[in-house]
């Protein structure tokens, strides 16, 4: 394979959770990932306060509608028990991947001690760490370590070699301290973490990485060919690790979305049922005209808690699996008329050196 003529980055690439250019942007990332998902809740429950008063307040809605209130009432107690119900599900799909038989069970448990063995020769340790985090950071630097090792063999090559291969390996080693620094912080279980992990563009380097051998393979000293390839294996276990930690991350999410919304379901449910009490009476609401528009409102907020949670969830982990949606150097994300290197089918690895743009 080798690259066309046209401009071409070795930089990376891919969609980093965090990246932001503007204010929007930030509001929006704050949003659909970093901000606690519990806040989130409460944001959107106090929104829904706050918008029935107003429109309370110009005359768009009304509270004194007995027949309107109830029936609003009954629909919001079978709504929620809807919603209950559903979480319910969701939790016993997810709990259905905790069974397995004893033969999977052993599968598993060989799949993970032979991936855990591999990250141990690559890190250089006698044994992987148990702390997830401690492991990706391990991997993490065993990447940079090989990038610089690789930066160092192509010192003496000629630059048309040395040119590309530096400005992938700088790019490798920038990126992986940033993750360093954000996993030094971090404890699994927290988003930041997970965040780490997933921001890290390991597709798009694996990419470049094995373009370069395909490409310079036959031209790099022997360290460097070494080299590359230990970037390429620790790039593959970074992956491996990011998606199996990544899995877990969500089930963890998704357990604890469920508990949530039975926690705040009951709550909803009398909730709804007050709303009717409070208009039961044949004489009009039980409490006085001027504080029914905050009860009501308030009592509504309730009501809406578990959806405002179901909302929340959902935002960041659709957000995290579509900027995870492949595995390994495929880039959906990418523009299918783009490059990143141009090539045809039979095309000479011989031709012209990939340039970069910045």
Same mark, same amino acid.
């Given at each position: 394979?080798?690259?066309?003529?046209?401009?071409?980055?070795?930089?990376?690439?891919? !969609?980093?959770?965090?990246?932001? !250019?503007?204010?929007?942007?930030?509001?929006?990332?704050?949003?659909?990932?970093?901000?606690?998902?519990?806040?989130?809740?409460?944001?959107?429950?106090?929104?829904?306060?706050?918008?029935?008063?107003?429109?309370?307040?110009?005359?768009?809605?009304?509270?004194?509608?007995?027949?309107?209130?109830?029936?609003?009432?009954?629909?919001?107690?079978?709504?929620?028990?809807?919603?209950?119900?559903?979480?319910?599900?969701?939790?016993?799909?997810?709990?259905?991947?905790?069974?397995?038989?004893?033969?999977?069970?052993?599968?598993?448990?060989?799949?993970?001690?032979?991936?855990?063995?591999?990250?141990?020769?690559?890190?250089?340790?006698?044994?992987?760490?148990?702390?997830? !985090?401690?492991?990706?950071?391990?991997?993490?630097?065993?990447?940079?370590?090989?990038?610089?090792?690789?930066? %160092?063999?192509?010192?003496?090559?000629?630059?048309?070699?040395?040119?590309?291969?530096?400005?992938?390996?700088?790019?490798?080693?920038?990126?992986?301290?940033?993750?360093?620094?954000?996993?030094?912080?971090?404890?699994?279980? &927290?988003?930041?973490?997970?965040?780490?992990?997933?921001?890290?563009?390991?597709?798009?380097?694996?990419?470049?990485?094995?373009?370069?051998?395909?490409?310079?393979? %036959?031209?790099?000293?022997?360290?460097?060919?070494?080299?590359?390839?230990?970037?390429?294996?620790?790039?593959?276990?970074?992956?491996?690790?990011?998606?199996?930690?990544?899995? &877990?991350?969500?089930?963890?999410?998704?357990?604890?979305?469920?508990?949530?919304?039975?926690?705040?379901?009951?709550?909803?449910?009398?909730?709804?049922?007050?709303?009717?009490?409070?208009?039961?009476?044949?004489?009009?609401?039980?409490?006085?005209? %001027?504080?029914?528009?905050?009860?009501? *409102?308030?009592?509504?907020?309730?009501?809406?808690?578990?959806?405002?949670?179901?909302?929340?969830?959902?935002?960041?982990?659709? !957000?995290?699996?579509?900027?995870?949606?492949?595995?390994?150097?495929?880039?959906?994300?990418?523009?299918?008329?783009?490059?990143?290197?141009?090539? &045809?089918?039979?095309?000479? *690895?011989?031709?012209?050196?990939?340039?970069?743009?910045?």
């Amino acid at each position: 394979m080798a690259s066309s003529d046209t401009e071409e980055t070795l930089e990376s690439y891919g !969609t980093d959770i965090g990246e932001r !250019t503007s204010s929007l942007s930030r509001a929006r990332e704050w949003v659909l990932v970093e901000a606690d998902r519990l806040l989130v809740a409460a944001f959107v429950s106090i929104a829904v306060f706050v918008a029935f008063l107003i429109l309370d307040e110009v005359g768009v809605i009304s509270f004194l509608n007995d027949d309107s209130i109830t029936r609003l009432a009954g629909g919001m107690i079978a709504g929620t028990f809807s919603l209950v119900t559903l979480v319910v599900s969701i939790n016993q799909l997810i709990l259905s991947r905790e069974f397995a038989a004893a033969g999977e069970s052993e599968n598993q448990l060989e799949g993970v001690m032979s991936f855990r063995e591999d990250a141990a020769e690559t890190a250089g340790v006698p044994a992987a760490p148990a702390s997830p !985090t401690r492991l990706l950071e391990l991997l993490t630097a065993s990447i940079r370590d090989r990038a610089e090792t690789l930066e %160092d063999a192509v010192d003496g090559c000629d630059e048309e070699l040395a040119t590309p291969v530096k400005r992938y390996t700088a790019d490798v080693q920038a990126r992986a301290d940033r993750v360093d620094e954000t996993l030094e912080r971090a404890t699994f279980g &927290t988003f930041r973490a997970v965040s780490a992990a997933i921001g890290y563009d390991d597709a798009w380097q694996l990419y470049v990485a094995r373009h370069l051998r395909g490409r310079y393979g %036959d031209d790099l000293p022997a360290e460097g060919r070494e080299a590359l390839e230990e970037l390429i294996d620790a790039l593959e276990l970074f992956g491996v690790a990011r998606e199996h930690f990544k899995t &877990t991350y969500l089930q963890r999410e998704l357990t604890r979305f469920s508990q949530l919304t039975i926690y705040c379901g009951v709550p909803a449910i009398l909730a709804a049922m007050l709303i009717g009490f409070l208009y039961a009476d044949l004489g009009g609401p039980s409490i006085s005209v %001027d504080y029914l528009p905050l009860v009501v *409102s308030a009592l509504i907020a309730v009501v809406v808690s578990p959806l405002a949670l179901l909302t929340s969830y959902i935002l960041r982990t659709a !957000t995290v699996t579509r900027r995870t949606a492949s595995v390994g150097p495929m880039l959906p994300q990418k523009p299918a008329d783009e490059g990143p290197f141009d090539v &045809t089918y039979a095309e000479e *690895s011989e031709s012209g050196t990939p340039t970069g743009s910045d």
